[in-house]
């Protein structure tokens, strides 16, 4: 028997076990900072990122990739079928009952977000059309158009001289009356584009009223329903809308100018460092147990890496590497 065979031969599940449970106890002992925010971390992906921006297959894989998800989406395999029926009510009722929580937002960071162009023209729209049509309804309520009033005034002696000069002047107010109409319908406008940001504040500040805190609440509550009762055939509709080839296109000048940095390195370490940065005290151990998480844990992860440890030492490939490990090169 080979020093190789003799090798594998030891590796019986109790050597699995120990190993597994090593590994696992090696990375408790550490904080989530140093497993992920580790400056060999940000190395490879750095260079991960600078090998990927400058290859071609990388770019066809990405971009055949995209149109795959795109093209799965456009074509549900169930039409009718909804997200409600797909995500256990065990996860959405929770967040139903998160978002229906009352929260009034500060008022400037509502205002800023609202205060653009696009809401601009909207609400200039809304109210534009409502004040015009405003008008051109006053303007619709003449005498002629109120019969039973009509008739009152012209049973009186100042109806029956009036009804005279009907005829005469009937042209005459129907012009003056077209030029009153056009006036107030450009005075309305007017009006309007001036109290654009006075109406933009009004939403704001409705928006941050506490009094209407429940029933923003309540609306948020209702935009994870419509979400979660939108059929599949709906967002596959909207899906189609989109182009795959330019949301490709956008991903990969995002990683190209991304690997183009000098500093990338550095960047990815701040990034990770922030994102772990709350988890930089304490090991991952200490932080699972004062959860009450350790020992399921420990359980479960050791599970899982004795399994893959028992996967790998059964490939051809982790042979060939213990038959090189333990060569005899002494001869």
């Keep these: ?47 991960a990122l600078r090998q990927a921006a400058g290859r071609p297959e990388t770019a066809e894989g990405l971009r055949a990739e ?19 029926q797909r995500i256990p009510k065990e996860i959405t009722d929770p967040l139903r009952h998160l978002l229906a929580d009352p929260w009034v937002p500060e008022e400037d960071l509502v205002l800023r977000l609202i205060d653009h ?11 534009q059309e409502s004040a015009v049509g405003l008008v051109r309804r006053l303007r619709a ?29 009937s042209g005459m107010v129907s012009a003056v009356g077209s030029e009153i109409e056009e006036h107030l319908e450009q005075r309305a406008r007017e009006f309007v584009g001036q109290g654009i940001r006075a109406a933009l504040l009004r939403v704001a500040r409705l928006l941050t009223d506490p009094a209407r805190a429940g029933t923003l609440a309540d609306w948020r509550a209702h935009l994870l329903d419509a979400v979660l009762d939108t059929s599949d055939a709906a967002w596959a509709r909207e899906a189609r809308k989109t182009d795959p080839d330019r949301l490709a296109g956008a991903l990969l000048e995002g990683i190209e100018r991304l690997a183009a ?26 932080r699972l ?9 420990r359980e479960a992860a050791t599970a899982l890496v004795r399994e893959r440890a028992a996967r790998l030492v059964e490939t051809p490939a982790f042979q060939v590497f213990l038959d090189d490990l333990l060569e005899d090169r002494s001869t």
């Design 117 to 127: 162009e696009a809401m601009r023209f909207l609400v200039q729209e809304v109210l």
């Design 289 to 297: 147990e004062a959860a009450g998480l350790l020992d399921p844990f």
């Design 141 to 169: 309520l003449a005498p002629e158009r109120l019969p039973a009033l009509g008739r009152a005034v012209r049973r009186t002696s100042v109806g029956h001289g009036l009804s005279r000069l009907k005829a005469i002047g």
């Design 66 to 84: 995209v149109r795959r998800l795109a093209a799965r989406a456009a074509a549900p395999v169930h039409p009718r079928a909804r997200l409600r």
């Design 1 to 47: 028997m080979s020093r190789a065979e003799a090798v594998r031969a030891r590796l019986t599940q109790d050597a699995l076990d120990r190993f597994a449970a090593l590994a696992v106890d090696d990375g408790l002992s550490r904080s989530l900072a140093e497993l992920a925010a580790s400056p060999i971390v940000a190395e490879v992906l750095a260079r």
């Design 261 to 286: 940095r000098p500093d990338l390195q550095a960047v990815l370490e701040d990034l990770l460092a922030r994102a772990t940065g709350a988890w930089s005290q304490g090991t991952l151990g200490d």
